[in-house]
């Protein structure tokens, strides 16, 4: 995957970083799929897993986080302007959109 590539999925998935080395297209269908659960699902769904598994989806969880939090990330037009400004801005994200 290339540096460009990588960019592009982790801002598809609106993640700091892919915690999975190397995902091919599956791994990133399970990082989609689990991002559409609710966050209530997802809690489930966690402490239904193994310790290993757990951690996983936990620093998933911390990327996207991250992500959406960003201190490092460079000044525009932010998902909450663009929820609170429909008219100005248009449309806002919504997750089920292919890119």
């Not at 209530?40 to 989806?57: L, N, P």
Request: proline share 4%; glycine share 6%; net charge negative.
């Amino acid at each position: 995957m290339t540096r460009d590539e990588y960019d592009t999925v982790c801002d598809w998935l609106r993640v700091k970083w892919l915690p999975a080395q190397d995902p091919d297209g599956d791994d990133i269908v399970r990082l989609d799929d689990f991002h559409a659960l609710s966050p209530a699902e997802q809690a489930g769904a966690i402490r239904a897993m193994s310790t290993d598994d757990a951690e996983f989806w936990i620093s998933v969880e911390t990327a996207r986080h991250l992500y959406v939090g960003s201190v490092d990330r460079k000044s525009g037009i932010t998902e909450a302007k663009v929820a609170r400004y429909p008219e100005r801005y248009g449309r806002g994200f919504e997750s089920d959109e292919t890119l």
